[in-house]
């Protein structure tokens, strides 16, 4: 990782709206200034792959998908056989699945992202 956990945190609370869009040519997926920060600084292109890939094929079932990684607790961990998982949603408290990963370098503990209009983006810049 290019930088440490807690400054990562604070940087990305200050991304509002985007100055450019990057694409995913091969899923033709956008995402923007705040999720291309995050990628470089975390190291974590795949959980832009990944996360735009599952969004896009959720776009039938909602408009709006909320996507939520989280970390699981060593107990937790135990318990459900993987180290993350991340859900994705329609933002009303509905889940549209769930996707489990038994090991991960992502350095926080929990994230939430937005897809909306084929982008990829962080909460503060919807």
């Not at 709006?64 to 991340?86: H, M, N, P, W």
């Not at 549209?96 to 370098?105: G, P, S």
Request: hydrophobic share 35%; net charge negative.
């Amino acid at each position: 990782m290019k930088t440490n956990i807690n400054t990562l945190q604070e940087t990305l609370q200050h991304f509002n709206g985007t100055e450019h869009f990057f694409q995913l040519s091969l899923i033709r997926t956008r995402f923007t200034d705040g999720i291309k920060y995050l990628a470089n600084m975390a190291e974590c292109f795949w959980l832009v792959t990944d996360t735009s890939v599952i969004a896009k094929s959720l776009m039938d079932k909602s408009y709006f998908i909320t996507i939520d990684f989280k970390r699981l607790s060593k107990k937790e961990s135990e318990a459900q056989g993987c180290e993350a998982i991340i859900t994705y949603g329609d933002g009303n408290d509905t889940i549209l699945e769930t996707h489990r990963y038994n090991i991960t370098d992502f350095p926080l503990d929990e994230l939430r992202l937005f897809f909306i209009n084929n982008t990829l983006m962080l909460p503060s810049e919807y």
